[in-house]
């Protein structure tokens, strides 16, 4: 996959102390991933990078909102999401991501590409199952929902069940009220 120059950070020229970046992420950066499950796409980015004599600490928080489809009506809707993530990137013989939160460089490497790092913060913010405010709150007015309300099972009313029960069944209860 190509690397977007955007995310692309520069550490080399920086003086050993806390930077600041912003990065806006848009439908675009999820269509460059080929990921197809968000309509739309609203994400800030807050990366403080603090660069040390032999690392570097990024610690990046994510806040906005992705539109998806419901998974009970499949009515749009904006789902805000919020994440945070430490990463440390240490410097060593060969690149080594197999760490979470760990990243080894190869000495004499001058960037540092965190593109992959915001995708994953994004997708991993989403929650697994993805359901309209208006389901939960019962403001929703779908045809799905309804045709889910007519097709669910309804629950018999206690004077249904009394009527079903077997006549034997009623002269043994008498025994038990006969003392």
């Not at 190869?106 to 994953?120: A, D, K, L, S, W």
């Amino acid at each position: 996959m190509k690397l977007l120059k955007e995310f692309t950070i520069p550490f080399v020229g920086l003086k050993i102390g806390k930077h600041h970046f912003e990065y806006e992420v848009k439908q675009a950066f999820f269509e460059h991933f080929e990921y197809e499950d968000f309509n739309d796409v609203n994400i800030n980015v807050n990366l403080e990078l603090e660069k040390k004599t032999t690392l570097l600490e990024l610690h990046f928080e994510i806040s906005g909102w992705v539109n998806i489809n419901c998974d009970l009506t499949n009515e749009p809707f904006n789902q805000p999401i919020e994440n945070e993530f430490d990463l440390v990137v240490k410097f060593g013989d060969e690149y080594n991501d197999e760490n979470i939160d760990i990243l080894i460089v190869p000495h004499g490497t001058y960037e540092v590409n965190i593109q992959q790092y915001i995708y994953e913060l994004v997708i991993l913010a989403v929650p697994l199952k993805r359901i309209h405010p208006g389901v939960e709150d019962g403001t929703l007015d779908s045809d799905i929902l309804n045709k889910l309300e007519e097709l669910s099972p309804k629950l018999k009313d206690k004077k249904d069940k009394e009527e079903e029960i077997d006549p034997r069944w009623n002269t043994l209860k008498k025994l038990l009220t006969d003392k």
